[in-house]
């Protein structure tokens, strides 16, 4: 296998789309699937034909990502929109494609993509691993789904995410563009995927055991206490001062996590909301009678961590990787703050001379071992190809 990217940031969002696909293609013949991601601020059926008339043929897919991309041409953002790309290809690696929006349910659609990516693949089963991108709320289900139809097979990939967290996000297949359903890709190939998923916090002493969820996504006691207060005590501040959005940025550099059956991941959960009954809203769901820790990271190692987990990725690989798609926490991202450049110039390094690609996610995916694909906030999933 082999990659490519390119990116531009240009105003008009068909020059944009022209000009980061012209520059996939003058680094890579026999291109299987592109992955792009946008600014909202674009047109993205402008954008998405702009791409079309470069690579003709290529499936498109991906979503709009918070305030810009990381190509090993650095940040690129932009008023106006941006965009980034990586385009995987080789003899030796088959892509099937699909994308549809929200039918019946979250699941059923899931279902349904699967089993047209299969077709598109000309196959009959199931990938080696596959990308799946979806919006904030409902990963989990349409996950769901697409394992009904291939089994328990790696997967990677993140939630489209906006500017603001104003729900404007939007995904994308081909020429198709929606705000709410599925986009995957399935990869039947010779060579290996490794895929690194960590959240990069350092645990404290404070756990607790979730005694009351609601609507899966909403904690609303911890120990037999509103969560809210039990989260406020643990940190020694009001929680008055935690209700509204106040509790998104506040626990940016110290979320709750929940371990895996095995200890093997400690899946991020990012408290968004703290309501006036002291409950929050949480950006994955949860389960009662489970245990969450709170986790802690600076915004120094927030930063020294995007590259390092590339570091980390490429020792866990054990082979020449040919591309990196790297999915990295909106949220993070928000934290980070104007020191971005800094991530930027670390994962370049880390890098090398291989192609990639960051988005920037309202939800990330991934696995480690022989654990269950799992959803997180506040995490990254890397995902290097190998040659």
Wanted: hydrophobic content about 40%; charged content about 25%; aromatic content about 8%.
């Amino acid at each position: 296998m082999k990659g490519s990217t390119g990116s531009s940031n240009a105003e008009n969002p068909q020059s944009a789309g022209k000009e980061a696909a012209a520059k996939v293609k003058k680094g890579l013949s026999d291109i299987k699937v592109a992955f792009a991601y946008a600014g909202v601020a674009y047109d993205l059926e402008k954008l998405l034909a702009g791409i079309g008339e470069e690579l003709p043929g290529v499936p498109v897919l991906g979503n709009t990502s918070f305030t810009g991309v990381i190509t090993p041409d650095g940040f690129v953002s932009g008023d106006k929109g941006f965009v980034g790309i990586l385009a995987l290809g080789g003899s030796d690696v088959t892509v099937g494609a699909a994308g549809k929006p929200k039918g019946a349910s979250a699941r059923e659609t899931g279902r349904e993509a699967a089993k047209e990516a299969i077709r598109n693949a000309g196959k009959s089963g199931a990938p080696d691993y596959f990308y799946m991108a979806a919006p904030p709320g409902e990963e989990e289900f349409y996950l769901k789904g697409v394992s009904d139809v291939i089994g328990r097979v790696p997967w990677f990939g993140g939630s489209a995410a906006d500017n603001t967290i104003a729900g404007e996000w939007m995904l994308y297949s081909g020429r198709q563009v929606f705000a709410d359903g599925i986009v995957l890709a399935f990869f039947y190939a010779d060579k290996p995927v490794t895929n690194l998923f960590t959240g990069a916090y350092h645990e404290t002493a404070d756990t607790g055991i979730i005694t009351k969820v609601r609507d899966k996504r909403v904690l609303v006691e911890i120990d037999g206490e509103p969560a809210l207060k039990k989260y406020a005590k643990w940190r020694g501040v009001d929680p008055d001062t935690l209700k509204g959005g106040n509790l998104l940025v506040a626990t940016i550099t110290s979320p709750l996590g929940v371990k895996d059956r095995l200890g093997d991941l400690t899946a991020i959960r990012h408290p968004m909301n703290g309501n006036d009954d002291y409950s929050m809203n949480i950006g994955a769901n949860l389960a009662e009678k489970t245990a969450v820790i709170r986790m802690e990271a600076s915004v120094d190692e927030l930063i020294a961590s995007a590259s390092d987990t590339l570091e980390g990725l490429k020792k866990k690989m054990g082979a020449a990787p040919a591309a990196f798609h790297l999915v990295h926490c909106g949220g993070r991202r928000a934290g980070i703050g104007d020191r971005i450049d800094e991530v930027a110039a670390g994962v370049k390094k880390a890098a090398g001379d291989v192609p990639f690609i960051m988005e920037f996610t309202f939800g990330e995916y991934g696995y480690e071992d022989d654990g269950n694909n799992t959803t997180g906030g506040l995490m990254l999933s890397y995902t290097g190809f190998a040659q």
